[in-house]
């Protein structure tokens, strides 16, 4: 998804591109209280270590850090409560057919606004061996070389 008009980015989880191949992202709503939102509105959040699952027919986000209202009292949240994640339900069948195959599983990208609504990015993504990661970083050497020789050979 790229950044539009009226999307403000929270808090991204840039490891997850490096730790899965991502197949397929999908757009979801997420059911916050009020504390949470303002914390979200000064930008504390953290995805790092978080993930989503589908339960009873239902999809959650487990261990998405968000800090706790500084003025908040009595009502403020506990920071790494399960957030329940909202998607239409053919949406969600789908998930739960897909996250039963062997090695899939729901990663959230990243925590944006989007029009005054808190939405997450979910991937549905495959993990990464440890020679698949190896090889990106080189590929990625290997163009940024290609890119450098272009420069100088233009330059010259």
Do not use: W
């Not at 539009?4 to 991204?12: Q, R, T």
């Amino acid at each position: 998804m790229a950044k539009s008009e009226g999307i403000k980015v929270i808090s991204e989880n840039r490891k997850a591109r490096h730790d899965y191949h991502i197949e397929e992202t999908f757009e979801a709503g997420i059911v916050l209280t009020g504390t949470e939102v303002k914390s979200l509105r000064l930008g504390r959040a953290n995805l790092k270590d978080s993930y989503a699952g589908v339960e009873t027919g239902e999809v959650f986000l487990y261990n998405c850090h968000i800090s706790t209202y500084d003025q908040g009292n009595r009502f403020n949240h506990e920071p790494k409560r399960k957030r329940k994640l909202l998607l239409h339900k053919r949406e969600i069948n789908r998930l739960i057919g897909q996250t039963k195959q062997k090695g899939y599983t729901l990663v959230p990208l990243r925590l944006y606004f989007s029009r005054g609504l808190v939405k997450i990015e979910l991937a549905l993504a495959k993990g990464k061996r440890s020679f698949d990661k190896r090889e990106d970083i080189a590929k990625r050497d290997a163009q940024r070389q290609i890119s450098r020789a272009l420069k100088e050979k233009q330059q010259a």
